[in-house]
C-alpha cells in the first residue's frame, strides 16, 4: 500500500487556521474547524472524528468489528510519510451509526495540533 514517492502529491494549505497535522512528517491533515467529536476510540488509543481530511489516501475497503458494530472503513495513511494515521468511514450496518458515513477517524496519537497563534503588538 505505501508508496515511497507520495511526499511530493502533499498539499499545503490552510496556512493561517489552526490545524491537525501528522506527527511524523508534518503534513497538514485537517482544519481544527472540521471537529465533530474528541471521544472516540482508535486502534491505539483516542481518536477523533473529522468532517474531512486532506493529505491523505486510502486503503482498500474492509468489514471491521468496531466498539459500536460492523463499518465498512478503509485505512487513511498519511501521503507525506504513508503512516497509518485512522480510518474513513465508508459505511455502517447499524442506522444508529449513519452519521459516520463519510468521516474520518484519525488518531491523537498520530497527530499534532497547530494553533497559528501569533503574538503582535
Same mark, same amino acid.
Given at each position: 500500500?505505501?508508496?515511497?514517492?507520495?511526499? $511530493?502529491? !502533499?498539499?499545503? $494549505?490552510?496556512?493561517?487556521?489552526?490545524?491537525?497535522?501528522?506527527?511524523?512528517?508534518?503534513? !497538514? *491533515?485537517?482544519?481544527?474547524?472540521?471537529l $465533530?467529536?474528541?471521544?472516540?476510540?482508535?486502534?491505539?488509543?483516542?481518536?477523533? *472524528?473529522m468532517?474531512?481530511?486532506?493529505? !491523505?489516501?486510502?486503503?482498500?475497503?474492509?468489514?471491521?468489528?468496531? =466498539?459500536?458494530?460492523?463499518?465498512?472503513?478503509?485505512?487513511?495513511?498519511?501521503?507525506?510519510?504513508n503512516?497509518?494515521?485512522?480510518?474513513?468511514?465508508?459505511?455502517?450496518?447499524?442506522?444508529?451509526?449513519?452519521?459516520?458515513?463519510?468521516?474520518?477517524?484519525?488518531?491523537?496519537?498520530? =497527530? $499534532?495540533?497547530?494553533?497559528?497563534?501569533?503574538l503582535?503588538?
Amino acid at each position: 500500500m505505501a508508496d515511497s514517492n507520495t511526499k $511530493i502529491d !502533499v498539499v499545503s $494549505i490552510f496556512h493561517d487556521k489552526p490545524t491537525y497535522s501528522c506527527a511524523k512528517c508534518s503534513a !497538514v *491533515l485537517a482544519l481544527q474547524d472540521e471537529l $465533530i467529536s474528541k471521544s472516540f476510540s482508535g486502534r491505539e488509543g483516542r481518536g477523533f *472524528l473529522m468532517h474531512s481530511a486532506v493529505n !491523505v489516501k486510502l486503503g482498500r475497503k474492509e468489514d471491521r468489528p468496531l =466498539l459500536t458494530g460492523i463499518h465498512t472503513v478503509q485505512d487513511a495513511f498519511c501521503m507525506g510519510c504513508n503512516d497509518r494515521i485512522g480510518w474513513y468511514y465508508f459505511k455502517s450496518c447499524d442506522e444508529t451509526q449513519k452519521y459516520k458515513e463519510g468521516k474520518y477517524l484519525l488518531e491523537r496519537e498520530k =497527530l $499534532i495540533k497547530e494553533n497559528k497563534w501569533s503574538l503582535q503588538d
